[in-house]
């Protein structure tokens, strides 16, 4: 079994983190991939990935941090997603639910990690809430060049569902 969002950087896992992953392999999951969802988050599930076998990571910058979003994240998460371990760009995405960053600053973060992804012929791991239209359009262009996607999130209806895997 292999779990494909694992929150393992949370601070709730602070004391007993070598047990979480201990009991899940005892589970029978023998693959984790441990989710960034900023510089830091990144950052730090790149290491826990490096320090546990069977754990891999991705690096990016999720919608509602987009605000942090600058050259200098975009060459700390390049240069995270160029490490053996870390193997998706993202989180990354649209959330419009609660616009913790403004619409704007979200498509600048979600365009550029696309774009980075694109370069690299990374997958991307993908958040999309109350967003799908403007996700689509984002999105659109870069499939071509995008060797996988996760969706995660996701709050549409059936039919945009079936516009997103029309597009796998
Ligand atoms: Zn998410």
Redesign the pocket.
Known sequence: MFDIGVNLTSSQFVRDRDEVVARARAAGVHGMLLTGTNRHESEEAQRLAERFEGCWSTAGV?PHDSSSWSPEVADAIYALVNKPEVVAVG?CGLDFNRNFSTPAEQEIAFSAQLAMAAELGMPVFL?CRDAHERFLALLEPWLDHLPGAVL??FTGTREEAQQCLDRA
């Open positions: 999720h989180e958040h995660h999130c």
